[in-house]
């Protein structure tokens, strides 16, 4: 996916996070909090490994999302997760067919 496309979907989650309750790190900044464990293996998503992450950040939960396009569509999966016990508590996914523009109304 282009950067922009990343970062127009990290913009339209922040819109829809409780501020008052939660916040959303910029995954370059998690990435540099975990880069100072000597406990933390990159890859872990779900499971007692992020122990680590609330361990180096705080953070209480883990808000995962995964993009993917082809053609003139794209999908996501957003999961959240909780760091003391790993695990899963929510998951949603979608796909977006986009039309071309001869056949848009």
Known sequence: MPDEVKERFQRGLEDQVDTKHYWLA?????????MQSTRWTEG?????????????????LVLLAALTGSGTSFGYVVTLVRTDS????????DRCERLPPSTRR
């Open 86 to 93: 790993g695990r899963v508590l929510q998951q949603e996914s």
């Open 44 to 60: 872990c998503i779900v499971g007692p490994c992020l122990a680590e992450v609330r361990a180096q950040t705080g953070a209480e």
């Open 26 to 34: 910029s995954r370059a900044h998690v990435k540099q909090r975990m």
